[in-house]
């Protein structure tokens, strides 16, 4: 994954959940026991709020916005 945002967006301490989100997205695959493999992501915007950010946050958001990407591209039905 490339990182294109500065530690001011999001702070290097939230790295390790979004890439865990990708991780579960494509782990989670194509359906039908089919994994991605070989996914090339890059972050290039994101928020951060020293009260309301959560790692937890990062890790569902990042997971939700893999599976957009692969049902707007057509990998996965739209459910």
């Known amino acids: 994954m490339d990182w294109c945002i500065t530690s001011e967006q999001i702070p290097q301490e939230f790295l390790p959940a979004i890439i865990q989100g ?8 194509l359906g039908e026991c089919k994994p991605v493999i070989n996914l090339r992501l890059l ?20 997971e939700l916005a ?12 739209i459910s």
Do not use: M, N, T, W
Request: net charge positive; aromatic share 10%; hydrophobic share 50%.
């Open 43 to 62: 972050l290039i915007d994101g928020f951060y709020h020293a009260v309301d950010s959560r790692a937890r946050s990062y890790q569902v958001a990042s």
């Open 66 to 77: 893999v599976r957009a990407a692969f049902e707007q591209v057509g990998l996965i039905p």
């Open 22 to 29: 990708i991780k579960l997205a494509a782990g989670a695959g």
